[in-house]
Each structure stands twice: as C-alpha cells, then as structure tokens.
C-alpha cells in the first residue's frame, strides 16, 4: 500500500475511499472465503450456467484482479463436479473387440 501511496507501483491506483485498483480493475484482497465466494457465484450462478476456465476468466477479469487469478479459476472449475459430469469426452470409442485365433503350436 505504501509503494501505491508513494506512486512507485503505477498500474495501481489507492482512490479516495481506499479502494485497490489494478488499472480499472478492484484488487480482490486475500481472503479465501472471499476469492471462494466470489469464484462460486461467477461460476455456478443461474447466469453463468458453469463457464469454463477461460470464459470465466474472461469475464472475470473485466471487473477483478488478484494474483494467481487464472490459476486459482482454473482449479476452481476443475474441481466442480457438475462440470465434471457433463464434461464431454473427446476420445474415439473403442472399436468393437474380436477373439483372436491361437495359433497351433509346432
């Protein structure tokens, strides 16, 4: 806070209220429960119907900043079961399988 103050970090900007920006952006402190909260309501909100990593991210990143932001939204969604569940497979099926003869032996 004090580099911001001082004007030595120039992407932040300390307004009036004590508000932490990042550019336009609201510094999210380091809270837990707070970035949790935050995550969930982006992410599994009846708007957001479960986005994915990068979708939430970009969406995320219009309004709030913290560090390791992409990181944390990236285990956030990979973690969610529903996604889990609905995630689609992107591997050919297995074809179908047939017996193999044995060969006679000499």
Not at 26 to 31: F, G, H, R, W
Not at 57 to 75: E, F, H, V
Request: charged share 25%; hydrophobic share 35%.
């Amino acid at each position: 806070m004090e580099e911001v103050q001082r004007g030595s970090k120039l992407d932040f900007i300390l307004s009036d209220d004590g508000i932490l920006r990042f550019g336009t952006r609201l510094c999210v402190p380091n809270d837990g429960d707070l970035r949790r909260e935050l995550l969930e309501e982006t992410h599994c909100s009846k708007f957001a119907i479960h986005p994915g990593g990068t979708k939430m991210y970009r969406d995320l990143k219009q309004n709030c900043w913290w560090p390791s932001m992409k990181w944390d939204i990236a285990r956030f969604v990979a973690q969610c079961l529903v996604c889990q569940q609905v995630k689609a497979e992107h591997q050919q099926p297995a074809g179908s399988l047939q017996p193999l003869s044995i060969p006679k032996w000499k």
